[in-house]
């Protein structure tokens, strides 16, 4: 399989499968990714950087170990991912969407980037979000507003829309976010999908922290109306009219992506 709109259309674990039997290559997902995010970047603005270089490096690292070296990983080895811009990730830029840390090239990796290396995920690049993660549009970034690729007019929400738009126009399978307010739970259910989570409890006391995945499931879950009813308030970027789920644009108008 080489036809990029069919790659891309597929969810993370059905990439996976298809990896393990040989009939894609992880250089392959790789690529069609990239092709995907060259497309709709200029209307999305989902990345703040596009790491492709490295993306490729490491699909090919992937792509050249032996076959019981990958069946040894875990199951989404040689699937790409897209990183929101708040982690920090070794030789690839990390502002938090601030222009306070323009130029910063972290000399480490965060735990969790060190075990999506590990696990042979190459990282597409980093993604937008509201400043600081301090937002619910991903329009107070300090670099790019990022669209809601179902309609352009509409915010994708936040603070990890960046991550979100990423997988909803096919730019990434599988992204990763933060949450401790809904930065993840308010863009899932505004971009039409399901954002997986997974608790972790850090020692620091009263908080809570949600570190998890932005994801296209494998099967539907909520009707999409149910999700957008579920987001609180207007979130029409003029802030003047009401959301009105039977007005959305259809998707051949305003969905970029495959």
């Avoid at 992880?26 to 993306?55: C, G, N, T």
């Avoid at 050249?64 to 790409?80: F, I, N, T």
């Avoid at 937008?128 to 309609?151: C, I, K, R, V």
Wanted: charged share 25%; glycine share 8%.
């Amino acid at each position: 399989m080489s036809d990029t709109t069919e790659l891309v259309k597929l969810s993370a674990a059905e990439m996976a499968a298809k990896v393990k039997t040989g009939e894609v290559s992880s250089r392959e997902l790789v690529e069609a990714h990239l092709a995907v995010i060259d497309a709709a970047e200029p209307s999305i603005k989902a990345f703040l950087k596009v790491s492709a270089d490295q993306a490729l490096d490491q699909a090919d690292a992937f792509d050249a170990k032996s076959a019981d070296d990958k069946a040894a990983l875990p199951e989404l080895a040689g699937v790409p991912i897209a990183i929101k811009d708040m982690i920090v990730t070794k030789g690839i830029e990390t502002t938090a969407a601030s222009k306070i840390l323009e130029g910063w090239v972290p000399p480490y990796d965060a735990t969790v980037i060190e075990k999506l290396k590990a696990a042979g995920m190459p990282l597409l690049g980093k993604t937008n979000l509201d400043e600081f993660a301090q937002g619910s549009s991903t329009e107070h970034s300090a670099y790019q507003t990022t669209h809601n690729p179902w309609d352009t007019e509409r915010v994708p929400g936040g603070s990890g829309g960046g991550s979100a738009s990423a997988v909803a126009a096919f730019e990434a399978p599988i992204a990763l976010g933060t949450d401790t307010g809904g930065s993840i739970r308010q863009p899932g259910a505004l971009d039409r999908y399901r954002g997986r989570q997974a608790h972790l409890r850090r020692r620091e006391p009263f908080r809570r922290h949600r570190h998890g995945l932005f994801a296209r499931p494998d099967r539907p879950g909520l009707p999409h109306r149910a999700r957008l009813r579920a987001a609180a308030g207007d979130h029409r970027r003029s802030r003047q009219a009401g959301f009105d789920v039977d007005s959305r644009r259809p998707a051949s108008d305003g969905r970029c992506g495959p």
